[in-house]
């Protein structure tokens, strides 16, 4: 047997250490010896080291050409790096030329799957398990993908089939369990996840999600005890103290309050300190100096890092990270200015976290010149594949919203860091340099509130390309009086909006209000919101509930109301660009936070500034002035969009010439 052969052997009984040491003998007397550097390959990866692996894989290429197998590591060494956009390509070089392994097809999938490209990932999951049926790994993946996609039942029934090849595998009992859970079936998720865990005691995420269904099925007890047991498996699990706050909620505790408990027995949880912060915003009894004070006890947690270098004189290299590469606000505001940059001055790397890729995914992908799917990684690994890449300008585009990766930031990875999209504040972390505002979401005055520079650089902080499916303005609705709505997301709706709206339907006894979300589904959070006006002295029947739909349809539904009266403390962003674009007014009051003040700007540059009132009682004048006139409300719906898409809110060349311009500034 030569001493190859023995390396192999000696790798699959489990004899790691000889077979790197046998291994790397035969490549120190034979130095292209193609099978040996792959091997030696595979071993570092499995060893959790995929630079090196990447390294032996491309030795192994040059000494014995692209053979398939060795495509496969290289490929597999890029995908662990985060470098998806890469192994996609080495990838399907694999698999062209050997079309039917399964492995190699499993592998490919990976990569689809992480690139964006969700059909073809579930496509060729599919051949995998047409070519090995047995694959329990493909199953498996192709169920995550289902269940991420939205089709928790087709997840199911994937999952069960996987179970009947491998009975004792307890991450598919788990998954199984997400799956059954998020299709409603609670008595079979919980003995899905009872399951998992006879099969595998010490499985802390199974304890923690089962604790999640009891407490849905009315067991906080048994709940609190899963919690617990999970906590005490796992103590840096996170979803497991979140659970466990929550229990506390007896209706007298909202979401911060939950997430301060949480903290309250375990300070040092940043991804909760984040969601704590996002809940603020809509907290109107949150002053501006308690936001700042909170996001500075963020910052806190993390050392200072040494700033870097920029490298040579070279077309400016720019990364973004984002958890919203996906049907998202940053779909109508980020990727249009992404796509208009001069490819010649600027290289595009993003930086995918997004944890339910779709079909938008790939408009991302598309748009960038690297693409890296870095959901995987660890923070250090994450600051260390950006530092690598050699990014010049590092964007955060998530804030604290869910699937941000703030913590890397704070490794300073970048020359520069800048803070701009999504999140509706500062980060709080000292090592990002300057943060992308304008004069009314950021006045100078509030400059005190950040621990960035701020830079306004344009009228208004993003801008807004329409989807060429945007139906045509419909008339407006025939009802005998005045219509009015809000098409924001649920989390807005609270007193604060409750009471604004109350005001205004007081003054007009005849107006009627459709509230119009996809989570409106949900018969308690109608029956909540009811509630709220009721207390409001707004009876029911003057409300209407509206679940969404497909986003064409969506923008559609704007024509059942005649204007759109803004949310408070937290103002419509994305929903006053589409009010707009649709031919409905939006009415808003200015707030005192940069979430405040969204309709506001929008409305300002985007061609209706009348529609920004000073105070509640200038919001009830505008809204009556609105009521009072049939006509002129109709003329503004026929006039509304033109005006909306003349603006300079809509002018993405403008706007992406003003943003670059601000990113070399910085």
């Given at each position: 047997m030569s001493d190859l052969a023995r390396a192999i052997a000696l790798y699959q009984a489990g004899n790691r250490d000889a077979a790197v040491t046998l291994a790397t003998q035969v490549v120190a007397t034979t130095p292209r010896n193609a099978d040996a550097l792959n091997l030696l390959a595979v071993l570092a990866l499995d060893d959790g080291d995929p630079?090196?692996?990447?390294?032996?894989?491309?030795?192994?290429?040059?000494?014995?050409?692209?053979?398939?197998?060795?495509?496969?590591?290289?490929?597999?060494?890029?995908?662990?790096?985060?470098?998806?956009?890469?192994?996609?390509?080495?990838?399907?070089?694999?698999?062209?030329?050997?079309?039917?392994?399964?492995?190699?097809?499993?592998?490919?999938?990976?990569?689809?799957?992480?690139?964006?490209?969700?059909?073809?990932?579930?496509?060729?999951?599919?051949?995998?398990?047409?070519?090995?049926?047995?694959?329990?790994?493909?199953?498996?993946?192709?169920?995550?993908?289902?269940?991420?996609?939205?089709?928790?039942?087709?997840?199911?029934?994937?999952?069960?089939?996987?179970?009947?090849?491998?009975?004792?595998?307890?991450?598919?009992?788990?998954?199984?369990?997400?799956?059954?859970?998020?299709?409603?079936?609670?008595?079979?998720?919980?003995?899905?996840?009872?399951?998992?865990?006879?099969?595998?005691?010490?499985?802390?995420?199974?304890?923690?999600?089962?604790?999640?269904?009891?407490?849905?099925?009315?067991?906080?007890?048994?709940?609190?005890?899963?919690?617990?047991?999970?906590?005490?498996?796992?103590?840096?699990?996170?979803?497991?103290?979140?659970?466990?706050?929550?229990?506390?909620?007896?209706?007298?505790?909202?979401?911060?309050?939950?997430?301060?408990?949480?903290?309250?027995?375990?300070?040092?949880?940043?991804?909760?300190?984040?969601?704590?912060?996002?809940?603020?915003?809509?907290?109107?009894?949150?002053?501006?100096?308690?936001?700042?004070?909170?996001?500075?006890?963020?910052?806190?947690?993390?050392?200072?890092?040494?700033?870097?270098?920029?490298?040579?004189?070279?077309?400016?290299?720019?990364?973004?990270?984002?958890?919203?590469?996906?049907?998202?606000?940053?779909?109508?505001?980020?990727?249009?200015v992404f796509e208009a940059r001069d490819r010649a001055a600027w290289h595009l790397t993003c930086y995918s976290t997004t944890a339910k890729p779709d079909a938008h995914t790939a408009s991302f992908r598309a748009a960038a010149d690297a693409w890296r799917d870095v959901r995987a990684l660890s923070t250090v690994q994450l600051a260390e594949l950006i530092a690598r890449d050699e990014i010049d300008i590092l964007i955060d585009l998530s804030g604290h919203a869910p699937h941000n990766r703030l913590p890397a930031f704070a490794l300073r990875p970048a020359p520069k860091q800048v803070a701009w999209g999504d999140y509706v504040d500062t980060r709080g972390l000292k090592t990002i340099d300057a943060l992308l505002g304008d004069a009314i979401h950021t006045p100078p005055q509030d400059d005190r509130y950040y621990t960035e520079r701020v830079v306004r650089f344009a009228p208004d902080y993003i801008c807004y390309r329409a989807p060429d499916y945007a139906p045509p303005v419909a008339p407006a609705p025939n009802t005998g009086g005045i219509t009015f709505g809000c098409f924001s997301e649920v989390t807005k709706i609270g007193p604060a909006s409750v009471a604004l709206w109350a005001a205004?339907?007081?003054?007009?006894?005849?107006?009627?209000?459709?509230?119009?979300?996809?989570?409106?589904?949900?018969?308690?959070?109608?029956?909540?919101?009811?509630?709220?006006?009721?207390?409001?002295?707004?009876?029911?029947?003057r409300l209407m509930f509206r679940t969404g739909g497909p986003h064409e349809l969506f923008l559609a539904q704007y024509a059942e109301v005649d204007a759109i009266l803004d949310t408070t403390p937290y103002s419509g962003g994305l929903t006053t660009c589409e009010a707009l674009l649709m031919g409905v007014p939006v009415l808003t009051v200015t707030g005192n936070r940069f979430c405040g003040r969204h309709a506001t700007a929008h409305l300002t540059h985007g061609g209706y500034p009348e529609g920004v009132a000073v105070d509640v009682d200038d919001l009830v004048a505008k809204a009556k002035a609105l009521a009072a006139d049939q006509t002129a409300r109709a003329a503004l719906r026929a006039d509304l969009r033109q005006r909306f898409l003349a603006s300079t809110v809509c002018d993405v060349a403008g706007f992406a010439q003003a943003f670059y311009t601000a990113l070399k500034a910085v």
């Open positions: 630079v090196a692996a990447e390294g032996f894989a491309r030795r192994a290429i040059v000494a014995g050409g692209e053979a398939p197998f060795v495509l496969n590591t290289l490929g597999n060494s890029l995908l662990a790096q985060g470098r998806s956009s890469e192994a996609l390509d080495v990838l399907t070089r694999a698999q062209v030329a050997a079309p039917d392994e399964p492995d190699l097809i499993f592998n490919l999938a990976n990569a689809q799957q992480k690139a964006g490209e969700i059909e073809a990932a579930a496509a060729s999951y599919q051949r995998c398990i047409a070519l090995k049926p047995g694959h329990v790994a493909a199953y498996n993946n192709l169920a995550v993908l289902m269940k991420a996609q939205g089709d928790v039942e087709g997840a199911a029934t994937v999952l069960i089939e996987a179970v009947a090849h491998a009975p004792k595998s307890a991450e598919l009992r788990f998954n199984l369990g997400n799956a059954l859970h998020a299709a409603g079936r609670l008595d079979a998720a919980e003995a899905a996840f009872r399951r998992t865990i006879d099969l595998r005691p010490s499985h802390a995420e199974a304890h923690a999600n089962l604790g999640v269904v009891l407490s849905e099925t009315g067991r906080k007890g048994e709940a609190e005890a899963a919690f617990r047991r999970a906590i005490a498996l796992n103590p840096d699990l996170v979803p497991a103290y979140v659970g466990l706050a929550d229990l506390v909620d007896d209706g007298s505790m909202d979401a911060a309050a939950h997430r301060r408990a949480v903290l309250d027995i375990k300070p040092d949880l940043a991804a909760i300190r984040s969601s704590l912060l996002m809940c603020l915003h809509y907290t109107p009894e949150t002053s501006r100096e308690d936001l700042f004070r909170e996001h500075l006890a963020y910052g806190a947690m993390f050392p200072d890092a040494a700033p870097r270098t920029r490298a040579a004189a070279r077309p400016l290299r720019l990364g973004v990270v984002s958890g919203d590469f996906r049907f998202h606000a940053m779909l109508f505001f980020a990727l249009p205004v339907l007081k003054a007009i006894p005849d107006a009627r209000f459709v509230l119009n979300n996809h989570m409106l589904a949900d018969d308690a959070r109608q029956a909540r919101i009811t509630r709220l006006f009721v207390d409001a002295g707004i009876g029911s029947e």
